[in-house]
Each structure stands twice: as structure tokens, then as C-alpha cells.
């Protein structure tokens, strides 16, 4: 990927993909953020995140910075600006115990 950014930041094909097939019958649970896309547009770092589950309350949160880092540290270590960050999540979800401690 990296290499991909550096040799050709206007391809639409600079993707990663967190889901392996090999190795669902090892895990207990499939990964909640499945993919990402990054592209350069006018000297910035764009990265489109997929999830397909997100707990609104505990792991979005912590997902939005843990890619929000990634996405500033890619864009230094290549050289561009930061861009947008996108997301797009499939079943974004809140659990009715955190119901309560969410309207405070």
C-alpha cells in the first residue's frame, strides 16, 4: 500500500483488506472494520473506512481514532497533506445497557 501511495497515488485500486478467509475457523469473531481505500486528490490523503459492525457507545469511538492516527501517520510518512476521512458502517448499533451513561 504504502509503496502503491509513493509509485501511483492516482490509482483507484490503493485498498487493504482486514478480512482473510483463511482464517475465519481461528477467529471468534470477524473483524469489525473490514477494508479501507486510500487515494491522493490534489496533494491529500483521502481514506474510506468500511466497517460492518459498530458499537456506537464503546468501539466506534475507539475505531475513529485508531484509524484517524493511522490516516495522519500515512500521510506524513508519504509526503501529503491529510485529506478526509470517510466512513461507512453497516449495522452501527447501541446497546441498551449504555442507553443511560449516552444522554448523559
Avoid at 483507484?12 to 483463511?22: G, H
Amino acid at each position: 500500500m504504502l509503496h502503491q501511495l509513493n509509485q501511483n497515488p492516482a490509482s483507484r485500486r490503493i485498498m487493504t483488506s482486514l478480512w482473510d478467509v483463511d482464517d475465519l475457523d481461528e477467529i471468534s469473531l470477524e473483524p469489525c472494520v473490514w477494508a479501507t481505500n486510500w487515494k491522493v486528490s490534489y496533494g491529500a490523503l483521502n481514506l474510506h473506512v468500511k466497517q460492518r459492525s459498530a458499537d456506537m457507545a464503546l468501539g466506534h469511538p475507539f475505531n475513529v481514532f485508531q484509524y484517524a492516527v493511522l490516516h495522519r501517520l500515512i500521510a506524513d510518512q508519504c509526503g501529503y497533506e491529510l485529506g478526509n476521512l470517510y466512513w461507512c458502517i453497516d449495522d452501527a448499533h447501541v446497546y441498551l445497557k449504555h442507553i443511560d451513561t449516552l444522554k448523559k
